[in-house]
């Protein structure tokens, strides 16, 4: 099977069985992540409460943990959440939104990755870095580093936890092991639409419902995520139009637009 056939595989699979993808994510996304799931084809529902975290997870099919509008009610739904979410065995995709800007922020995200041990970590450059330097230098949650910055630091995780780290950027990088999968797809103007960052954590978790595999299901969703933004930057005017077909795009997507455009390279 080639990589284009690969990641045109989960996409007809997110579109035949709809996974329900629970989002405890941020007020500024949750329009676009949840428009960003339904269009590619899954079903998502952004459940925040703690009186309902933990049964919405019991009946969803991946789990996403975003720390973008951090609250200690919303610490408390995640940690009940990725309980349940964990007893089930459905994967948990951890974005450790700004960890590095403040230490509440950094001490929440290495609290919710030691206590339960997400199946992918998906963040900037400086988000991974500062789970293992404990560095502050986030700027608000845009990175001040390069994704092949944080190659050591990724690794690091993956030594020690266990977890996937996929770390956007000009070229994607995702760690599961000792091979590094890198993906070139996407467009200069993405970074200039708040929330695209937090939607690839989304697609992400539905790629990780579908794909045991986890490092696989972290390199397809970013490569869908960058075709998606290649697509829709060639007609946009600018960052407004930029969002409105991206979600087009993802809903339009076919086989050939992945086998043509598909830029994903594995080594070390």
């Given at each position: 099977m080639t990589p284009a056939?690969?990641?045109w595989g989960d996409v007809e699979r997110i579109r035949a069985t709809r996974p329900l993808v629970h989002n405890i994510t941020n007020y500024v996304v949750m329009n676009l992540t949840a428009n960003a799931l339904l269009a590619l084809g899954?079903?998502?529902v952004m459940a925040h409460a703690a009186d309902e975290a933990a049964d919405m997870a019991k009946i969803a099919q991946a789990l996403v943990l975003n720390l973008g509008?951090?609250?200690r009610p919303w610490i408390e739904a995640m940690q009940l959440a990725a309980a349940a979410a964990r007893a089930r065995g459905i994967p948990i995709v951890l974005d450790p939104v700004g960890a590095g800007a403040t230490r509440f922020r950094t001490a929440s995200a290495l609290n919710l990755l030691q206590s339960f041990r997400p199946s992918i970590v998906r963040g900037n450059a400086s988000e991974i870095r500062a789970l293992t330097l404990a560095e502050r230098v986030t700027k608000g949650v845009d990175s001040r580093h390069d994704s092949a910055d944080a190659l050591d630091a990724a690794r690091e995780l993956h030594d020690v936890y266990g977890v996937v780290v996929s770390i956007s950027g000009p070229v994607d990088i995702i760690v599961g092991g000792p091979r590094v999968l890198r993906v070139s797809n996407g467009h200069p103007l993405m970074p200039r639409v708040?929330?695209?960052g937090c939607t690839a954590t989304a697609l992400t978790a539905a790629f990780a419902a579908v794909n045991p595999s986890l490092p696989a299901a972290a390199?397809?969703?970013m490569a869908v995520m960058g075709i998606a933004g290649e697509m829709a930057a060639e007609g946009a005017a600018g960052p407004a139009s930029l969002e409105v077909?991206?979600?087009?795009?993802?809903y339009a997507l076919?086989?050939?637009d992945v086998r043509?455009?598909?830029r994903l390279e594995e080594g070390e």
């Open positions: 056939e690969a990641v899954a079903s998502p509008t951090l609250s708040t929330g695209l390199a397809h969703a077909r991206f979600i087009d795009a993802l076919t086989e050939d043509s455009r598909l």
